[in-house]
């Protein structure tokens, strides 16, 4: 469930995550696959973040190629990037990329201790 700051005080709900920001980008379609790279600088800029500040990185492409150039062209730490598989190895669900990229992301920092309780 995404929800507002207001909402989640209002039913009292507990995150398991907050969505600092988002960006919506675009590339020239000759270099296809490139996208991520703006999209991530553009919502780091937002955030008043780098990617030094960040503790996991998803990138959703469907082939290695992809990934790769956006890997190289944003000096991507490997041992933080796409830990459980991307979209090569997860799958590319159709209209629900983004909420499996996000639902991963906020499992993923649960404390351990939670997932060995009965």
């Known amino acids: 469930i995404l929800a507002s700051e207001e909402a989640?005080?209002?039913?009292?709900?507990?995150?398991?995550?907050?969505?600092?920001s988002y960006q919506v980008s675009g590339c020239d379609p000759t270099i296809m696959g490139i996208g991520p790279v703006p999209a991530i600088q553009g919502a780091l800029d937002k955030a008043g973040l780098t990617l030094a500040d960040v503790d996991r990185v998803e990138i959703n492409e469907a082939f290695a190629a992809q990934f790769l150039a956006c890997a190289k062209?944003?000096?991507?730490?490997?041992?933080?990037?796409?830990i459980h598989g991307g979209a090569i190895s997860i799958g590319h669900p159709l209209g629900a990329?983004?909420?499996?990229?996000?639902?991963?992301?906020?499992?993923e920092f649960k404390p351990r201790w939670e997932y060995s309780r009965g």
């Open 8 to 20: 989640v005080k209002e039913h009292g709900l507990k995150p398991m995550a907050r969505l600092r």
């Open 97 to 107: 990329s983004g909420s499996r990229i996000v639902a991963h992301l906020a499992n």
């Open 73 to 82: 062209e944003l000096d991507l730490d490997m041992s933080k990037t796409n």
